[in-house]
């Protein structure tokens, strides 16, 4: 299977908004997994699972709750709509690539802007998965 591509989704930095608060929380919280694409997806939820907000790869969401027994299949269903799953990376996880890049290419890492470190990380994502 090919490797599962991923919009990283980046604390105070992406902007794929316009989801109802509820949705994105369970997001955040990890109960649930979020996919992203320019045409109608598959949904563990029905109707309810089934949502339009702001274009990120497109202005279709799905929602895919993990434990449900048709996950795997419906996942693989919206693969095949050229679906990408959002990957929630936090503020942190960008702070520690901005602190491990000054540690092997020097300090000046430290006042790169945060836009720049972060098409950084994206690109090393990209590079290394």
Same mark, same amino acid.
């Given at each position: ?27 955040? !919280? ?80 430290? !006042? ?18």
């Amino acid at each position: 299977m090919d490797k599962l591509k991923k919009v990283l989704w980046i604390e105070g930095h992406s902007r794929c908004l316009g989801l109802p608060k509820h949705i994105w929380q369970a997001f955040l !919280d990890g109960q649930i997994e979020l996919w992203n694409a320019a045409r109608p997806l598959y949904s563990t939820e029905g109707r309810e699972g089934l949502l339009q907000g702001e274009f990120c790869r497109g202005i279709f969401y799905a929602v895919i709750n993990p434990d449900s027994a048709d996950a795997e299949d419906l996942r693989e269903r919206n693969r095949s709509l050229d679906a990408q799953m959002l990957e929630f990376v936090p503020e942190s996880e960008i702070e520690k690539y901005r602190a491990d890049m000054a540690q092997e290419y020097g300090d000046y890492v430290l !006042d790169a802007e945060y836009d720049e470190v972060v098409m950084s990380y994206v690109g090393h994502r990209r590079r290394n998965g």
